[in-house]
């Protein structure tokens, strides 16, 4: 079965500053993708960044890059240079062999001025 | 223009009642899905369906019904809705365009609340 663990419930950043949001995945599949989301507190789910398990680069999408360890299974989210725009949830999920999405419980980020 | 609408946006209903949510997308995917995001939690899956004649249940399913009324409309409906139903609720969409996982763009959320 697949799982997804996000294990900091809350973070404070001040802004400017750079953040790492965690996460762990277990999965029995070769072949994966694994992403992140924003979620503010308007309530919409905002796509930020996909990295495939047979990418051997990091994925980089402005100010958010993952840092994504194969054999650890972590796929670690870092927000470079806060900005106050960037307070909100942050899910990590996993696509299953049929594309179906796994959620994380989410990571709650709070950028201080 | 929104690419993935909901309507309603906020609904408040009775225990009992038959409820329906409606998704629309302008981006041309054949697979849409149905989550239920609870307070402080993650989201679940409810239905998907990938083409029109194509619909499958989800994590959680019961109490749940849905429709493809076409490739750019999916509805879901609650037959009989009940407190522990008040939530948002999702519609996203994918392309399957990338082994290893479609990206999911979702709608605006629908926040259900159940008296």
């Known amino acids: ?113 | 223009d929104a690419d993935v609408t909901q309507t309603p946006r906020n609904r408040i209903t009775k225990t009992g009642k038959r409820i329906m949510l409606e998704c629309s997308q302008t981006k041309g995917h054949d697979r849409m899905y149905w989550y239920r995001q609870d307070p402080g939690l993650g989201l679940q899956l409810i239905y998907y369906s990938f083409d029109v004649k194509d619909i499958n249940k989800g994590e959680i399913s019961d109490g749940y019904s849905v429709s493809r009324q076409a490739q750019a409309k999916f509805s879901l409906s609650l037959e009989s809705a009940i407190p522990n139903q008040t939530a948002l609720y999702f519609c996203a969409t994918s392309d399957n365009m990338r082994e290893g996982g479609d990206t999911q763009y979702f709608g605006p959320g629908t926040r259900l609340t159940v008296l």
């Open chain 1, 1 to 113: 079965a697949q799982k997804i663990t996000q294990t900091q419930p809350g973070m404070f950043v001040q802004e400017k500053e750079a953040v790492t949001l965690d996460c762990t995945y277990d999965t029995s599949d070769p072949s994966y993708g694994l992403f992140w989301y924003k979620q503010p507190s308007s309530g919409e789910m905002i796509f930020l960044i996909y990295q495939g398990s047979y990418d051997q680069q990091n994925a980089t999408e402005g100010r958010y890059s993952l840092n994504f360890q194969k054999a650890r299974k972590s796929a670690n989210l870092v927000i470079s240079a806060s900005q106050l725009g960037d307070s909100a949830m942050y899910f990590c999920a996993m696509s299953r062999t049929d594309y179906k999405l796994s959620f994380g419980a989410g990571t709650t980020v709070t950028v201080r001025a």
